[in-house]
């Protein structure tokens, strides 16, 4: 029969490797990527110097309220994250753990991200001038409009950016801020027709948008739930599907009179 000492020789002998095994899973990179709450830009305003939105060809009216984009920050293709990460954003409201390959193409390098998110901006804001323009009634050929906002890539701006165009040209068609002097954001993307679709990510979005004053948030109606499931305190959230339907929640906000829709 073994002695004491050598069966707790023998339980550390074999204890060891498996110590060894769990240490290296629990800081061995992992396929994921861990976002948060990123920053938010005012459409109406300016961004790093410079205005986000300017218009030539047609009168601009001065606003007051503000129209926020929102964003989200993940960790970068090339982070390591591991297990202790994941776990730690599983059981945080404010980070979610997202398969690294639905925020990063797989297999593009750094560059090509930033490419692919470059290209995807400035398709959504030539979508954005065109439905604006074309809610209003506006010929392109006249009116022009640049859209200009640093660091930031990707299509979910697109309806934040169409309604401050809408708002800069027209406000709320009587003389009025689309905005009511609120600060309102939201998320979306939008094509040239005036369809809002859903983009992700909304959770930590919304905590964004209330932690930079924002009272009510316009979300994709598609991702309610989401958008619902941590949502801070005093942030109304608005569901839309269309332009026309975001321009109208709004006014019926301004006003005071209409039905607002809600998730």
Same mark, same amino acid.
């Given at each position: 029969?073994?002695?004491?000492? /050598?069966?707790?020789?023998a339980?550390?002998v074999?204890?060891t490797?498996v110590v #060894?095994?769990?240490? #290296?899973?629990?800081f061995?990179?992992?396929?994921?990527?861990?976002?948060q709450p990123g920053?938010t830009?005012?459409v109406l305003?300016?961004?790093? @110097?410079a205005a986000?939105i300017t218009?030539? @060809?047609?009168?601009?009216?001065r606003t007051s309220g503000?129209?926020?984009?929102?964003?989200?920050e993940?960790?970068?293709?090339d982070?390591?994250?591991?297990?202790?990460?994941?776990i730690d954003g599983w059981?945080? /409201?404010?980070r979610?753990?997202?398969p690294?390959?639905?925020?990063y193409p =797989?297999?593009n390098s750094?560059?090509e991200?930033?490419?692919?998110?470059a290209?995807?901006?400035?398709?959504s804001?030539?979508?954005?001038?065109?439905?604006?323009l074309k809610?209003?009634?506006?010929?392109?050929?006249k009116?022009? +409009?640049?859209?200009r906002?640093?660091?930031?890539?990707?299509?979910?701006?697109?309806l934040l950016f169409?309604?401050g165009?809408?708002?800069?040209?027209d406000g709320?068609g009587? @003389?009025?801020?689309? /905005?009511?002097?609120?600060?309102v954001a939201g998320t979306?993307t939008?094509d040239? #027709?005036?369809?809002v679709?859903? +983009?992700?990510g909304v959770?930590?979005?919304?905590? #964004?948008a209330?932690?930079d004053?924002?009272t009510?948030f316009?979300v994709?109606?598609a991702?309610?739930?989401?958008?619902?499931?941590?949502?801070p305190?005093?942030l109304?959230l608005?569901?839309?599907? /269309?332009?026309k339907?975001a321009?109208?929640?709004?006014?019926?906000l301004e006003?005071?009179? @209409? =039905? +607002?829709p809600?998730c």
């Amino acid at each position: 029969m073994l002695s004491r000492l /050598t069966r707790l020789q023998a339980v550390v002998v074999c204890a060891t490797p498996v110590v #060894a095994l769990l240490a #290296a899973a629990v800081f061995a990179p992992l396929p994921f990527s861990v976002a948060q709450p990123g920053m938010t830009a005012n459409v109406l305003g300016r961004n790093k @110097g410079a205005a986000v939105i300017t218009v030539s @060809g047609a009168p601009v009216r001065r606003t007051s309220g503000q129209l926020r984009m929102t964003t989200i920050e993940a960790t970068g293709p090339d982070a390591r994250v591991s297990l202790g990460d994941v776990i730690d954003g599983w059981f945080r /409201t404010d980070r979610a753990v997202m398969p690294r390959d639905s925020v990063y193409p =797989s297999g593009n390098s750094v560059k090509e991200i930033e490419k692919h998110n470059a290209e995807q901006m400035r398709q959504s804001q030539d979508a954005a001038t065109a439905a604006a323009l074309k809610y209003l009634g506006l010929s392109p050929a006249k009116v022009k +409009v640049s859209l200009r906002l640093a660091d930031v890539g990707g299509p979910s701006a697109g309806l934040l950016f169409t309604l401050g165009i809408i708002d800069k040209l027209d406000g709320d068609g009587s @003389g009025g801020d689309l /905005t009511g002097g609120r600060t309102v954001a939201g998320t979306g993307t939008i094509d040239a #027709a005036g369809k809002v679709g859903a +983009v992700g990510g909304v959770a930590l979005k919304t905590q #964004a948008a209330r932690r930079d004053g924002a009272t009510v948030f316009l979300v994709p109606k598609a991702e309610c739930a989401d958008a619902k499931a941590e949502l801070p305190k005093g942030l109304r959230l608005v569901p839309v599907t /269309t332009l026309k339907g975001a321009v109208s929640s709004l006014v019926a906000l301004e006003k005071g009179k @209409g =039905s +607002v829709p809600s998730c």
